[in-house]
């Protein structure tokens, strides 16, 4: 809306001052941090005062006469030396109001899809094992991120990156194949690096009551490691999507690093690098000119012994999505990926993207207190506390919206007895209340007056004069501008934050006032204004994967 201003507030001065339309994009319309500095505020008078050869103050008193004239600008004020401050009138509030309410839960959100075509990759967890905290921060961070960019109207292709190959997956056959032959001889050796969580025995016992015949049938042990392999990641991998899905969490791409290999698509990658002269062979093996691009040495493709490198496949799968034909990319990693992020800069530049093709959004680590102190161990995995521990203890919406309150590169320590209480301390039941707090009105209008809130009717802003209301409206006209502002800055979390002022400023209108009261008409202003409330918030919620809950 800020943008929407600005251009009103230009096509109205330039009718006096043509000399406007050259300063436009140094115009700026500001959101002042006291209500008492109006609602907007810009600089458009320090401006002009130089090609008008006058004052500030003298530039801004004569805006000030221009914009006063206008029905959307309540009141104008010149401030300090200059600075215009503008109230804005609660027809232009309404319309806003209006649209909140007929939009519901995706209230401002862009219809066009015209800022372009985008690939979000996030939690890409090895299917070695459950879903643990730092995979479901990245989820959360990943999913919130493309809600917002899918509001602000980019194409958002959500992927997930199946890690199928390699030596993690023998691991886990070999760890799998040791359990499953302990079921008759306990004494069977475990590998010293295997998975030991007590997932990896509850897959050889299925194994074991469904394919023991076809195991011990096979004569080479080595193909019997490779069949558990493959049946423990199929297993893991359903379960990581159980547990996605049960999060609110979903993937329009599945990709399988397997399938580069599969189909050539590695050896199609280099052999374009090739071409572009960025590939030589030194002692044997090949390298990649990642130097060229700013990486502090060159990287290995295929070794000496032919094998090839993870860098290799991960060139490959980043070739893979540079020919989709993205507009730019974003990769949500754990924060120990950070050293290998030049490199694969580097690489990607080597396509001939330009360097902010591709961005990554870096995860830190989760810690869990519960009565003050460190939970560290999981019954379950004997490793880690796992995500779906962790949702069946305080539910999915605690747990994605307590993974927002920070920026996702700083370390978050979850409070298990604050996400499980139910008082406003909690932030999560502090903003659902709000919610639940709206629709008990609503249902309180329809048992005492027998009036439907859901119903389409009429009211009469004009009526709604407090401070609060006021706050209230212009926090609801400027919501799309700052989701919008969210995404483009890619800052996720910042959504807890907008939420939770809104929700702020709604308890205290609710402890404050009455909205059920015998003025029919003011009633129903209230009434509306709650309704415009409720929309705004289920539209955070629906960024973030919050319930809008109507009682609790």
């Known amino acids: 809306m800020r943008k929407e201003l600005k251009e009103k507030i230009v096509n109205l001065v330039s009718k006096d001052f043509k000399e406007v339309l050259d300063l436009k994009e140094k115009i700026k319309v500001d959101l002042p941090k006291e209500e008492k500095h109006g609602d907007i505020s810009t600089n458009i008078a320090f401006l002009l005062s130089k090609p008008l050869k006058k004052k500030p103050i003298e530039v801004a008193n004569k805006i000030k006469d221009i914009l006063e004239k206008d029905k959307d600008f309540e009141k104008v004020e010149v401030a300090g030396a200059g600075f215009i401050n503008i109230f804005l009138s609660k027809d232009f509030y309404f319309e806003f109001l209006k649209k909140a309410v007929q939009e519901n839960d995706e209230y401002g959100k862009e219809k066009e899809k015209n800022k372009g075509k985008i690939n979000i990759e996030f939690v890409s967890a090895n299917p070695t094992g459950p879903l643990h905290l730092g995979h479901g921060r990245g989820a959360v961070v990943g999913s919130t991120l493309s809600n917002l960019k899918d ?79 493959e049946y423990a990641k199929n297993y893991l991998l359903d379960e990581i999507k159980k547990d996605l899905k049960e999060f609110g969490v979903e993937f329009d791409i599945w990709f399988s690093e397997k399938s580069l290999y599969e189909h050539g698509k590695v050896d199609e990658a280099i052999e374009f690098l090739k071409k572009k002269g960025l590939v030589y062979e030194k002692e044997g093996a090949l390298w990649l000119k990642t130097t060229v691009y700013g990486d502090d040495k060159d990287r290995v493709l295929i070794r000496s012994d032919g094998t090839y490198t993870y860098f290799a496949a991960d060139i490959a799968y980043h070739y893979d999505k540079y020919k989709r034909g993205y507009d730019y990319i ?157 995404a483009e800055k890619e800052q996720p979390h910042k959504l807890t934050s907008i939420t939770h002022n809104l929700a702020s400023k709604f308890h205290n209108y609710y402890y404050h006032y009455k909205f059920l009261v015998e003025d029919e008409n003011l009633m129903r202003a209230r009434l509306f204004l709650l309704k415009a409330i409720r929309s705004a918030l289920r539209t955070l919620f629906k960024l973030m994967g919050i319930t809008p809950v109507e009682r609790m």
């Open 151 to 229: 509001y602000a109207g980019y194409v958002v292709e959500r992927e997930f990156y199946i890690n199928d190959a390699g030596r993690q997956i023998y691991l886990l056959g070999k760890s799998v194949y040791a359990r499953f032959r302990q079921i008759e001889e306990p004494d069977y050796p475990f590998p010293e690096d295997g998975y030991k969580g007590e997932y990896i025995k509850d897959i050889a016992k299925e194994l074991y009551q469904y394919e023991r015949e076809k195991i011990y049938s096979m004569l080479d042990e080595d193909e019997a490691i490779e069949f558990c392999a």
């Open 330 to 486: 974003i990769n949500v990693w754990g924060a120990d990926h950070h050293g290998y992020f030049p490199r694969l800069k580097a690489a990607v530049m080597a396509f001939g993207v330009p360097e902010e093709w591709i961005r990554v959004i870096f995860i830190q680590m989760v810690k869990l207190f519960r009565n003050g102190k460190e939970v560290k161990m999981s019954k379950r995995s004997g490793e880690f506390i796992t995500l779906r521990e962790l949702i069946n203890e305080v539910g999915k919406d605690a747990v994605r919206y307590m993974f927002l309150t920070k920026d996702s590169n700083t370390h978050l320590n979850f409070d298990i007895d604050l996400a499980l209480k139910q008082s406003n301390e909690n932030p999560v039941y502090y903003v659902q209340y709000a919610h639940a707090r709206i629709m008990s009105v609503f249902k309180e209008a329809k048992q005492r007056f027998g009036f439907d809130v859901e119903e389409d009717f009429k009211a009469d802003v004009s009526l709604l004069k407090e401070d609060i209301e006021r706050q209230i409206m212009k926090e609801i006209a400027f919501l799309p501008d700052l989701i919008k502002e969210t």
